[in-house]
């Protein structure tokens, strides 16, 4: 049997950072390997928050003559997310969360369900997506409430109401089969977009990739590595980013870890 790790090497390619404004990882030699995949990472974006992440390539590791590879990534708050929170803060009547999912069609690629809106009133009503704004923990429960119920709800996404926070993540972490555009197969992403500052949404998890193949190199030059780099972050927001770089087949690459297992 032949093991992941025999054949894509992992990195962390930026590190975790707090803030930090901008960030730039370390510089990965990808003269043996024939391409590679950044996956970024973000945490705790709010209402009109955005930042970038991208890509260059350099001659060594330490990043000489560093240029870009393709264009910046720019991710902005609520868009295509992967888990979120929403916390209720003295809701107004007519305040409004409008949850979209996405689903993987049969190529694997994500595509927009329907856009629905629940809207806060002064008593709960799951067929009207109404949920109650007296209280803050109840009005959580009543939006979780909402956003499950089976037929007014939004398939693919599980809420979960702790005091006058609502957790929301996907039935099926990374979403189901992708061979079917299915709410029961889970949805892999959703965007939310809050009316005002009452219902205040945060991003728990967005992420974004971006592929490097070594032929697209400026070879010719001698530009041999790779790195990333996020910008722009405000001073709350958390970052990471990973590489995988795999090889035409098992080679066994090297993983730099400290501890390592298998379920074998």
Excluded at 224 to 251: K, N, Q
């Amino acid at each position: 049997m032949h093991m992941i790790r025999e054949g894509v090497k992992v990195d962390c390619a930026v590190k975790p950072q707090l803030g930090g404004t901008s960030i730039t990882g370390e510089y990965f030699r990808m003269d043996t390997f024939p391409k590679a995949k950044f996956t970024a990472v973000v945490r705790g974006q709010n209402a009109a928050d955005d930042c970038t992440f991208a890509v260059y390539e350099a001659t060594d590791a330490t990043g000489s003559d560093a240029q870009q590879l393709g264009a910046t990534i720019t991710m902005a708050q609520g868009i295509k997310v992967n888990m979120a929170s929403v916390t209720a803060n003295t809701v107004s009547v007519a305040d409004t969360l409008i949850l979209t999912p996405y689903y993987f069609n049969g190529e694997g690629t994500l595509t927009a369900g329907t856009a629905l809106t629940y809207t806060a009133a002064a008593a709960t009503s799951v067929a009207n997506r109404e949920f109650i704004n007296t209280d803050n923990d109840a009005c959580a429960a009543a939006l979780a409430e909402c956003i499950n119920d089976a037929t007014y709800g939004v398939p693919g996404l599980l809420a979960t109401a702790a005091s006058a926070v609502v957790t929301l993540t996907c039935t099926e972490p990374g979403g189901g089969d992708r061979q079917v555009l299915c709410a029961d197969n889970g949805t892999g992403a959703f965007d939310i977009t809050e009316s005002n500052a009452r219902l205040v949404v945060q991003d728990l998890i967005q992420m974004a990739d971006f592929e490097v193949y070594v032929q697209d190199l400026d070879r010719e030059d001698d530009f041999t590595h790779v790195g990333g780099r996020f910008a722009s972050i405000e001073t709350d927001v958390y970052t990471v980013a990973f590489l995988e770089r795999a090889m035409p087949g098992y080679g066994p690459v090297g993983q730099a870890v400290a501890y390592t297992d298998t379920s074998a």
